[in-house]
């Protein structure tokens, strides 16, 4: 252990002194670095080895990640276009427009000044549900109201399941499990429901049913899993299937945002293509 820490870390003698005075490696970890993977890493090292802990840590760490990582790599593109087109309607109507009106009727550019209205109210709306959904675990109204749409429940069910069937892979009773979850950010709130109706008496069957009492696919998924004992491989299957489910329907809402980017474009490129003629067919006219 000692040639292992002085390979991998620039402090080695530092991490070894705290370790002769019999502190865990773990809590190091977590004492130098208090970041949300130490924080899980000391916590899953009172349950398995610190070994087992790691690759566990790793496990659920990538799994989080690969979410938000697939969800910026589906909307990217269509939101890069949507603030591209934006951008671009915002020059017309500030830079060239008022040049332009010399040539053409206020009624000609008008749709420029309209299209920019509804794209501010757009561009507003979409960051305002945004920065709501990040605030919602501190915001207990925010809370209420996105729990309340199926969409968002199903999207919340992703990381409950990919974090819950890894650590059950990794040997952790179902009590440890919500245990655990209750320590990471994107599973606490839910863990702690779940925890709490477990508490009362309610078997876990019971208590999937009370806290996802809208989602039925995923409490039969749930119980299938119970029947059969094999818990983690339907949690997997489920997060296949949602993920394949909610990625289509973020890819027509995608889509729709594409077209309307396009058509907005087009409009302005048209506008400005029919005003730049103007001088020549006042020429034509001598």
């Known amino acids: 252990m000692h040639v292992i820490i002085q390979l991998s870390f620039a ?50 760490d990538q799994s989080l990640h690969k979410r938000s990582q697939s969800f910026l790599k589906n909307i990217a593109y269509p939101l890069f276009l949507f603030i591209f087109s934006y951008a671009l309607i915002l020059f017309f109507s500030t830079s060239i427009v008022p040049s332009m009106s010399v040539y053409a009727q206020d009624s000609s550019l008008g749709i420029i000044n309209v299209l920019r209205a509804i794209y501010t109210l757009l561009f507003i709306g979409i960051g305002i549900v945004f920065l709501s959904f990040l605030l919602r675990n501190r915001v207990p109204v925010l809370a209420r109201f996105y729990s309340r749409i199926h969409f968002f429940q199903k999207l919340e069910t992703i990381p409950f399941s990919s974090v819950f ?42 208590a999937m049913k009370w806290v996802f009492a809208d989602l039925d696919l995923f409490v039969l998924f749930v119980e299938t899993g119970v029947l059969t004992s094999n818990l983690s491989k339907l949690f997997e299957i489920y997060v296949m299937k949602t993920q394949i489910e909610l990625n289509a329907q973020i890819k027509k809402w995608t889509t729709g945002i594409q077209i309307f980017s396009y ?3 087009a409009i302005v490129v048209f506008v400005f293509y029919q005003v730049m003629l103007l001088p020549l067919n006042m020429l034509n006219t001598f």
Request: aromatic share 6%; charged share 20%.
């Open 11 to 60: 402090n080695s003698d530092e991490i070894i002194e705290q370790l002769n005075q019999g502190k865990r490696l773990s809590d190091i970890f977590l004492g130098n670095n208090g970041d949300a993977f130490f924080s899980l890493l000391a916590t899953l090292s009172n349950y398995m080895s610190l070994q087992e802990a790691m690759a566990c840590a790793l496990e659920v």
């Open 165 to 206: 069937k890894s650590l059950l892979v990794n040997g952790l009773s179902t009590t440890e499990a919500l245990s655990v979850m209750q320590k990471i950010q994107a599973t606490a709130k839910t863990a702690e429901k779940i925890y709490a109706a477990l508490s009362q008496g309610k078997s876990f069957m019971e």
């Open 263 to 265: 058509l907005c474009v």
